[in-house]
């Protein structure tokens, strides 16, 4: 139905379909404006397919690895089919379950690509929506360098990763941020002769130094390759594959580059300079609130700069719609968002870095504690090694948890917790943790910050 709507939300990905569901349970009537599939890059492009290839990663290597815990099978090798078989099995179920949700919600979602011809109003094949308040959603593309064309089949990116048909022989992955890593972890327990290129001096640069550390000594030993410091140059294509020139003049050939090198705002042609919107680089400017500079108009998501997280996207959507039906929700706090990198070893954190809380707090007001895995019980259980690594400020609260390890992403939770409350390391070693858990890493860390320290040298 064309008309007037209390919120007209533009792009169903996380952000946008947050708002729609929100809003409509807080009695607003809603349009979800989506040109492609309802759940937008997380569901079909992003999180929800790369975390099952990772999952299959890890059963191969479970498989590999079977005769170290005295189980005997073996890796026959990777049905590629399969594999997309059970990722999509996963991404349809989910979407179903999505639409779902938005019919039960009356949202009324309307199919086509929309643009903002009025600060108030969105045309989709040619019809228009009005809306009191509007939400922008758009979300974000795989960017590229100059002179890199993406060909969809030599030079790739994420979207056409996951799409493959096959497991390439050898593969360079330019950029060693969260989706560089995480395809280069995945294909390496493929079989795949992996080699990460980045320009900055290391693997996951976002994160604490320790963490990048953790993660270059276990690639190490994984096989993966490389080259930290080391812009690249120039792609050719060859019969077989891609030659790439990187910093210095080394050459690197493999079957095929992926391009990891982060992600842009997809805001171009939308309608959105012509309103007047305040925007950066392709960013839309935003208050704290996540309003634009044009009346009741916000956006949400990737087109907000800061991290691109799919459930950022969620509280951006929750906390706008909050907003908009006059519930004055509490300012999102961006270093409050969980952070998880599902490669092998995973990589969790919160909060402050080390390197961040010294240059906020002054070097002598920064306390860290970083806990081995060694001494958990679980974590050897799985053989896996990393660590707990804590930052207080002296005498105040945590301010940043950081952990590499097996399965520490699911520890984020907690770490979450401690990170938001503002928690003092000797209130989170009053709570005991259950024994043997990976989670008694984070009681021990806070255990020996709080001066005592059970299964750890003081
Ligand atoms: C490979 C990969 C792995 C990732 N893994 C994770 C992860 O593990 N965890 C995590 O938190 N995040 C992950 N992300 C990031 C996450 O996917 C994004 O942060 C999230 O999807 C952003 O949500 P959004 O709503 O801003 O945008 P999107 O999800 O991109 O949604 C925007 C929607 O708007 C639609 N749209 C755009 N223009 C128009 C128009 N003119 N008219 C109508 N519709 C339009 C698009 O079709 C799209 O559906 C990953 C991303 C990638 C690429």
């Known amino acids: 139905m064309t008309g ?24 607003l009537s809603v349009a979800l404006i989506e040109k ?12 929800i397919p790369t975390k099952a290839l990772l999952h299959a990663a890890e059963i191969a290597d479970a498989a590999r690895e079977s005769a170290r815990f005295g189980v005997r099978a073996s890796l026959d090798g990777i049905d590629m089919a399969g594999v997309n078989a059970y990722k999509d099995g996963v991404v349809d179920k989910l979407h179903k379950g999505l639409q779902g949700l938005v019919t039960a919600a009356k949202v009324n979602l309307v199919t086509g690509a929309g643009r903002l011809v009025s600060p108030d109003t969105v045309e989709v094949n040619g019809e228009r929506y009005t809306g009191r308040h509007v939400v922008l959603a758009t979300g974000s593309y795989a960017k590229t360098l100059p002179g890199l064309d993406i060909d969809g089949d030599r030079v790739i990116t994420s979207e056409h990763a996951l799409r493959l048909d096959r497991v390439p022989a050898s593969a360079v992955v330019l950029g060693g941020g969260v989706i560089g890593v995480e395809f280069a972890s995945a294909w390496r327990s493929f079989g795949v002769d992996v080699t990460i ?75 959105y300079e012509e309103a007047g919107l305040r925007m950066d680089r392709g960013f839309v400017l935003t208050d704290e609130r996540l309003r634009t500079n ?9 087109i ?4 691109q997280l799919a459930h950022r996207g969620f509280q951006h959507g929750i906390f706008v719609a909050e907003q908009i039906a006059g519930l004055n929700p509490a300012v999102i706090d961006e270093a409050g968002i969980p952070r998880v990198t599902y490669c092998d070893p995973e990589v ?45 400020v002296a005498d105040g609260p945590v301010v940043g948890i950081h952990m590499v390890g097996a399965r520490v992403g699911e520890l984020i939770g907690e770490a979450q917790l401690i990170y938001n409350w503002e928690a003092f ?29 059970l299964h750890a040298h003081a």
Do not use: W
């Open 4 to 27: 007037t709507y209390d919120v007209v939300v533009l792009g169903g990905g996380s952000g946008g379909y947050a708002t729609a569901l929100r809003a409509s349970q807080l009695g």
């Open 36 to 47: 492609d599939k309802l759940g937008g890059t997380c569901l079909h492009r992003g999180c």
């Open 197 to 271: 290129v980045e320009a900055l001096p290391r693997l996951v640069a976002a994160e604490d130094e320790d963490c990048s550390k953790a993660v270059e000594r276990a690639f190490r030993k994984r096989g993966i390759k490389f080259k930290v410091g080391k812009p690249f140059e120039s792609v050719e294509r060859t019969d077989t594959g891609v030659r790439v020139t990187i910093a210095g003049g080394e050459v690197v050939e493999a079957e095929l580059l992926l391009v990891a090198v982060g992600r842009g705002p997809s805001t171009a042609n939308l309608g």
């Open 294 to 302: 044009l009346p009741n108009v916000y956006a949400v998501g990737d």
């Open 304 to 307: 907000v700069p800061g991290l």
């Open 348 to 392: 969790a954190s919160m909060g402050l870095t080390e390197a961040k809380a010294k240059e906020q707090y002054g070097a002598d007001k920064v306390q860290t504690y970083n806990y081995n895995l060694a001494g958990n019980g679980k974590s050897n259980i799985l053989a896996t090694q990393g660590f707990v690594k804590l930052v207080r």
């Open 425 to 453: 390391p000797d209130e989170v070693a009053q709570l005991i943790h259950m024994h043997p858990t990976q989670s008694e890493a984070i009681g021990e860390a806070h255990l020996a910050l709080a001066g005592k320290p």
